[in-house]
């Protein structure tokens, strides 16, 4: 009988882990670092991932009842303004509170 020995599993990248020590702009930039690769015209699913990511973050921001209309103005952008704002915290601050006044204007 052969020893055989066990072959080794090739290992998936270890993605980064939210710990509770971050600051709200760390968890989001994490967040938006694992799907950004995913926002192309391509995609026909990524502005609903987009927004699943970002919600609770605009949550914060806006509130809960100005959130999903909010989070609906910003992933209606054209693509590369949202891949912009994934990747700047302080500018999703900005275009959230842009779109809270333009809808509390209205």
Do not use: H
Not at 5 to 17: A, D, R, V, W
């Amino acid at each position: 009988m052969m020893n055989q020995q066990p072959q080794p599993q090739p290992q998936q990248p270890q993605q980064p882990q939210v710990s509770p020590q971050m600051s709200v702009e760390q968890r989001f930039l994490l967040a938006c670092q694992q799907i950004i690769y995913a926002v192309v015209p391509e995609n026909p699913n990524y502005k609903e991932q987009v927004g699943t990511v970002i919600f609770d973050f605009i949550k914060q921001i806006a509130g809960p009842e100005m959130a999903p209309k909010v989070t609906g103005m910003l992933i209606d952008l054209p693509i590369e303004d949202i891949k912009l704002i994934m990747q700047d915290w302080s500018l999703l601050q900005t275009r959230v509170q842009q779109a809270s006044e333009l809808l509390q204007n209205q």
